[in-house]
């Protein structure tokens, strides 16, 4: 069975600046970094590893006809994190230059909730609950 998830690796057509996103603008810390690469960490030991690879690569390490390197992808899946304060981390990532695609809101749940994407369109949510 599988017990942990070592890396979420995302295929990227330009590894430079998507790793300057996730650096400069998120704060990931850069583990590795090679022409066709880079793996950045948050969260200390145990924390999450992003892989950012050259989609060319990933296409060459699995094959093609599964990649499809050349095509434009529809995103269906994004990446979720809690923060402390939405808001505040909202108005923070703004300051550095990212770009959200949906400001923070608060669902019919109670979880508020905003969207940015990095630069290849890779959708990511922050998100609290708000103490009551």
């Known amino acids: 069975m599988i017990e942990h998830v070592n ?3 995302l295929p990227v057509r330009d590894v430079e600046r998507c790793m300057s996103f996730y650096r400069d603008k998120l704060g990931f810390k850069l583990n590795h970094k090679d022409d066709e690469s880079a793996f950045l960490a948050i969260g200390g030991k145990g924390g999450l590893v992003l892989g950012l690879v050259s989609v060319n690569e990933v296409a060459r390490l699995i094959s093609e006809e599964q990649v499809r390197p050349r095509e434009e992808t529809i995103h269906r899946t994004y990446y979720a994190v809690f923060v402390e304060d939405v808001d ?3 108005e923070e ?3 550095n230059g990212v770009h959200f695609v949906k400001s923070p809101t608060t669902q019919p749940w109670g979880q508020r909730i905003a ?5 290849e369109g890779n959708l990511w949510e922050i998100s609290h609950f708000p103490r009551r």
């Open 93 to 95: 990532l703004k300051r």
């Open 88 to 90: 505040q981390e909202y």
């Open 7 to 9: 890396a979420v690796v």
């Open 115 to 119: 969207y940015f994407e990095d630069p």
